[in-house]
């Protein structure tokens, strides 16, 4: 396996290998871009079929964290960690410890949080051996999941979406198809049924499918049926590459706007969705709530909720401003966003567009 030519390696800092024998430990964090500062982003567990898929994630995931945390002004840089196995059955407390310690080899390059297969409880036990964890703030309702914010941030992009799409301010009556009710999908679903949408999900667990119709009277749905429903708008909220060739050609939405990280199988599948005319809503800047959240409990001090949720409002802003710079230059909307990111973060290539256009 090839790591310095790795078609996702994109100019990573740094990317560190760990394995602890006694608690069984195999993990890899990467840290993509330290510019604006130290490197954050969640510690994924996931029974990863292979180390190539591992690491595929771990570097997709830090680069994307660099580009969200930039987008969202954050004063943070790029990183990720995986650890390889299944959550449900391998996630022991000396194996969360030996992570603490692997991120402590680091020195602060890299903070941790929560992500899929991680809990809060969890990076308390991580927090046993590292200072360098965030995500568990005492006394705050949250305990400091970022799920919720998460959630609000995206329900905020998507009502932006629906603005540019359909020029309308209220979501009463909008179809939105959800697929993955977990933490972050049912908390939106909430947010949309409290706004007058109608709800349809999926999920490959059946319990969390019940949960959304029993709770809030949503539409179950096959989560393979999701991609040919006839609804407004698709918000994916499980995992990444799910915007491929044979999803898009099969959607009949006009927009999409979710929280799942890397939805687009490729760079090139902005371009098939916007010729398709859906207009698509930048994935790391509709969910940088949760990051936008952990931002303010590192920063120590008294966490104030009202000022994160008035930065998690400027996600709307940003999409517009996205959307509207995507309809002038004719770009698609995902580039355009990695144009602001890279701009803000310092990429070389943007520097040296930057400098070409000031000479
Ligand atoms: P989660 O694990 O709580 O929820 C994901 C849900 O998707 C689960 O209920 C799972 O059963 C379901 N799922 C998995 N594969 C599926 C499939 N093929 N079809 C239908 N459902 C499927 O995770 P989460 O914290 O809600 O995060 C959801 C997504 O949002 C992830 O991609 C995550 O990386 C991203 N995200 C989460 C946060 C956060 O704060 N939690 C922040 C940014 C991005």
């Not at 992500?115 to 949250?142: N, P």
């Not at 517009?320 to 770009?331: L, M, N, P, V």
Request: charged share 25%; hydrophobic share 40%; aromatic share 6%.
């Amino acid at each position: 396996m090839s790591i310095f030519s790795h078609s996702a390696y994109d100019k990573h800092e740094q990317v560190a290998f760990y394995q602890d024998a006694k608690s069984g430990l195999k993990a890899i964090i990467a840290v993509h871009n330290t510019n604006l500062g130290p490197s954050l982003g969640g510690c994924r567990m996931w029974p990863y079929a292979d180390d190539g898929e591992a690491l595929e994630d771990v570097l997709r995931l830090s680069r994307g964290m660099t580009y969200k945390s930039a987008m969202a002004g954050l004063k943070l840089g790029g990183g990720k960690a995986v650890i390889i196995g299944d959550p449900r059955k391998d996630k022991t407390p000396e194996l969360l410890r030996a992570m603490g310690e692997f991120i402590n080899t680091l020195g602060g390059r890299y903070i941790t949080a929560e992500d899929s297969g991680t809990s809060v409880a969890d990076m308390k036990v991580i927090g046993e051996t590292t200072e360098f964890v965030s995500g568990l703030v005492e006394g705050i309702e949250t305990g400091g999941d970022p799920s919720p914010s998460t959630a609000y941030g995206v329900f905020v992009g998507l009502k932006a979406t629906a603005r540019h799409r359909w020029g309308r301010d209220d979501l009463q009556g909008l179809k939105v198809s959800i697929q993955g009710v977990g933490n972050v999908g049912f908390r939106l679903a909430k947010l949309l049924k409290d706004a007058g949408a109608e709800i349809y999900v999926t999920d490959i667990f059946q319990d969390n499918i019940d949960r959304a119709v029993n709770e809030l009277g949503a539409t179950a749905v096959g989560s393979d049926e999701i991609f040919d429903l006839d609804v407004d708008l698709f918000a994916p909220c499980a995992m990444g590459a799910i915007l491929n060739d044979d999803t898009i050609a099969r959607l009949k939405v006009g927009a999409i706007a979710g929280a799942a990280n890397n939805q687009l199988a490729e760079e090139r599948h902005a371009a098939v969705l916007r010729e398709k005319g859906i207009l698509y809503a930048p994935d790391y800047v509709v969910n940088a709530g949760g990051i936008i959240d952990v931002y303010y409990q590192q920063q120590g001090g008294d966490y104030d909720p009202l000022q994160v949720k008035a930065h998690i409002d400027r996600i709307g802003d940003t999409m517009q401003e996205i959307f509207e710079r995507a309809g002038e230059t004719g770009e698609t909307t995902a580039h355009v966003a990695d144009r602001i990111a890279e701009e803000r973060f310092g990429h070389e290539d943007a520097v040296k567009k930057t400098d070409t256009a000031a000479a």
